[in-house]
């Protein structure tokens, strides 16, 4: 990556929120969805999310497509790390995405995993680091989120899909489950806020992951 070639900017899109707690100094980027957007205004960035799918395949990925197609505008890079499917580059860009600004690594295990997500925030020639973690140690949630403070990056990693969730010091937490052919979505924790109820989105395009070939 060359950083004199992706000079990271603050995308005019992002809303900065100033209203809502303080705690995330660069704001939102919109999620597309008018659900969350009016309930925290969109995907926080600086701070390290987490999401917790009940099962694969209920458009846990597609989620964020509409944050991503924004940030896709920008100078920078979409990384995501260990998808556990091959991203499918003609879905992508049908919801907008930019697959040009799309990097794609993988990592032999949790710890390389890791080093590659917090290596993908520190260089701040990325708008959004994404990564997929079957497992995952508090010594790593806290370096990454140590990372990403005050930086306008939006962080997310996906936890293994579980019915039981052991909590770990993430500061936000989107547990996701499919009921009646929506998608319920719970903010089960987040900096400066309480919980919230979960919130129904339904015609979610319906894709693995990233979407597979």
Not at 39 to 58: A, D, R, S
Not at 60 to 66: G, W
Not at 102 to 112: G, Q, Y
Request: with cysteine.
């Amino acid at each position: 990556m060359r950083s004199t070639l992706l000079k990271s900017i603050l995308p005019s899109h992002v809303w900065k929120g100033a209203e809502h707690n303080n705690s995330n100094s660069f704001g939102y980027v919109p999620s597309g969805f008018p659900k969350i957007d009016n309930k925290i205004h969109g995907w926080p960035l600086g701070t390290l999310i987490e999401i917790v799918p009940h099962q694969v395949g209920i458009g846990e990925f597609s989620i964020l497509l509409p944050a991503l197609a924004r940030l896709s505008q920008d100078l920078r890079w979409i990384l995501l790390i260990c998808p556990p499917y091959i991203p499918y580059a003609p879905f992508l860009s049908n919801m907008g995405v930019d697959t040009s600004k799309v990097i794609v690594a993988h990592a032999k295990n949790m710890t390389d995993a890791g080093w590659c997500m917090e290596q993908g925030l520190r260089s701040q020639t990325c708008s959004a680091v994404i990564g997929w973690f079957p497992q995952i140690t508090e010594k790593i949630i806290r370096r990454l989120q140590l990372t990403l403070e005050e930086k306008n990056i939006l962080g997310i990693f996906f936890s293994k899909p579980i019915t039981r969730y052991k909590n770990n010091p993430t500061p936000w937490r989107f547990i996701l489950r499919q009921e009646n052919h929506e998608m319920l979505v719970e903010i089960s924790k987040r900096r400066g806020g309480g919980p919230i109820s979960p919130i129904s989105i339904s015609n979610l395009p319906r894709q693995t992951c990233c979407g597979c070939v």
